[in-house]
């Protein structure tokens, strides 16, 4: 399969900082990829460097196989949304778009599209410098999808969205994925997704980290742990005696490593040691990217004990 977008080798320095250090990956049609990584990890330079907003010091980023600059009328070829402010707050919302689809030889017609199509429609007359930052961002995937374009690119999407808007952000990227297209999505927001992505570049430090589908990166974490879930204080020294390895997970929850389920229910059992619940432990992405970066983070706060 042809990659949408092609990031290779990318390196960029900035004074002292080194924010790209060989950048290298591929967003695919078809599924939604995640972009995540901590503060300082290059994801919005990189973003910036695919838009021909920055220049990389050495390396390539492509999209459709070609340098965006070099793209006509790009906004039929690449949608993205990187700042939802980057408006004119006098314009109104209709008036914004307008002015971009006459850029690229697009009528009225497919601004009026757009504008019900991120459900801009009572907001749309009004000017978009009282809007709040969840209707920037609508603007703003409104501007993206103009051109109709085969490949997306949207920077922390979810930012200002209410819990309506957030659950309409997520089916809309999975939309997008099922017509095809290839998404590529910056967040912060962990649970999201996790419930979002296909597949994720994980950053770190200005390079990639891990490449991987979401399932296999959760399988992976996981680990063939155990959840269990008892009141009874034994339940520790009974598993360990079986040669698990037993750690508490919270109140009245333990993680067992080295046993599978069943037999931790049979050793359980077999010790007459109740319990509510065992299951296979299931990793977060959360828990999973914190795995992955944590070697990879320039700015950490003080733990409540290290807080004098």
């Known amino acids: ?173 999975r939309s997008l994925a099922r017509q095809g297209r290839a998404v590529l999505v910056s967040s912060h927001l962990m649970s999201e997704l996790e419930d979002t992505a296909d597949h994720l570049v994980i950053a770190g430090r200005g390079k990639v980290i891990a490449d991987t589908s979401t399932a296999d990166l959760l399988a992976k974490t996981s680990g063939g742990r155990v959840t269990v879930r008892t009141t009874a204080a034994q339940a520790a020294s009974v598993l360990a005696s079986a040669e698990a390895a037993v750690a508490p997970a919270g109140p009245q929850t333990l993680t067992v490593s080295g046993l599978p389920a069943a037999r931790v229910v049979a050793v359980l059992s077999a010790s007459g040691v109740t319990f509510s619940e065992v299951a296979a432990h299931r990793a977060s992405l959360e828990e999973a990217y914190l795995e992955l970066t944590a070697g990879a983070v320039d700015y950490r706060a003080a733990t409540a004990g290290e807080v004098a």
């Open 1 to 173: 399969m042809n990659a949408a977008i092609e990031v290779t080798a990318l390196r960029k320095r900035f004074g002292p900082v080194l924010a790209l250090d060989q950048m290298t990956f591929a967003v695919t049609p078809g599924r939604v990829t995640g972009f995540i990584g901590p503060n300082g990890a290059g994801k919005s330079t990189t973003m910036r460097v695919i838009l021909g907003l920055d220049a990389p010091d050495r390396g390539t980023a492509l999209v459709g196989g070609r340098p965006y600059a070099s793209l006509e009328r790009p906004l039929t070829q690449l949608g993205s949304l990187l700042d939802a402010a980057a408006l004119q707050p006098s314009r109104t919302g209709r008036n914004h778009l307008l002015w971009l689809a006459h850029s690229q030889g697009l009528g009225a017609r497919r601004v009026a599209e757009v504008i019900g199509q991120a459900g801009l429609e009572l907001a749309a007359r009004r000017r978009a410098g009282g809007y709040s930052l969840g209707m920037r961002q609508r603007l703003g995937i409104a501007a993206a999808m103009l051109g109709d374009p085969p490949t997306v690119m949207f920077d922390e999407p979810f930012n200002g969205m209410d819990p309506e808007g957030i659950i309409w952000m997520r089916g809309f990227l």
